[in-house]
């Protein structure tokens, strides 16, 4: 008896992930939108392993997971500022530029106002922004994000770990016919 496919569970990984890349890719932040694609191609890998019966690769995605887990506690710690981590560098942007968050101007409810540079100022800095009025801080809605990326991260591994016992019991079931 082969493992029932749960194409949402998939569906829900790929969609939130892809939902991540999108904003990451509008805050210019580097890091995560090089994991978010490595990611997206892990769980397509993964999937293609349990609809092809190929428990190698569904063991690269269970392994995948971990790492990825172990990416957004990262995250979550960035911007939470725990162990001396500040959301205010430019780690996710690889030093490149000086763009943070896309939620940091954009969430739900923030005023987003542009002031005029002072005299010694760049015009493309970021700190000539003004932002009020935000209903919840962008720090909070990327943690957000994360725990979501984690919470459906566990229930994939869960799920991987199971159809690759399945597998493994019907190869020796097979191995003993």
């Known amino acids: 008896s082969s493992p029932a496919l749960t194409p949402s569970t998939d569906y829900h990984l790929k969609l939130s992930a892809l939902e991540r890349q999108i904003f990451d890719f509008l805050g210019f932040q580097w890091a995560p939108i090089l994991g978010n694609f490595l990611h997206i191609i892990v769980v397509i890998l993964g999937l293609f392993g349990t609809i092809q019966y190929r428990p190698r690769y569904i063991v690269v995605y269970t392994v995948w997971t971990a790492l990825w ?50 005299a010694h100022g760049m015009t493309d800095d970021y700190t000539y922004v003004s932002v009020t009025g935000c209903i919840v801080d962008f720090q909070y809605l990327e943690v957000i994000h994360s ?8 229930v994939g591994f869960v799920y991987a770990c199971y159809v690759i016992s399945i597998f493994m019991e019907e190869e020796d079931t097979c191995r003993n016919k």
């Open 147 to 154: 725990a979501v990326q984690i919470l459906l991260s566990l």
């Open 69 to 118: 887990v172990t990416w957004n506690v990262f995250i979550i710690c960035f911007y939470l500022e725990v162990g001396g981590l500040s959301k205010d560098t430019d780690l996710m942007t690889f030093n490149i530029s000086v763009h943070r968050s896309w939620w940091r101007e954009h969430g739900p409810g923030c005023v987003r106002r542009v002031l005029p540079p002072s």
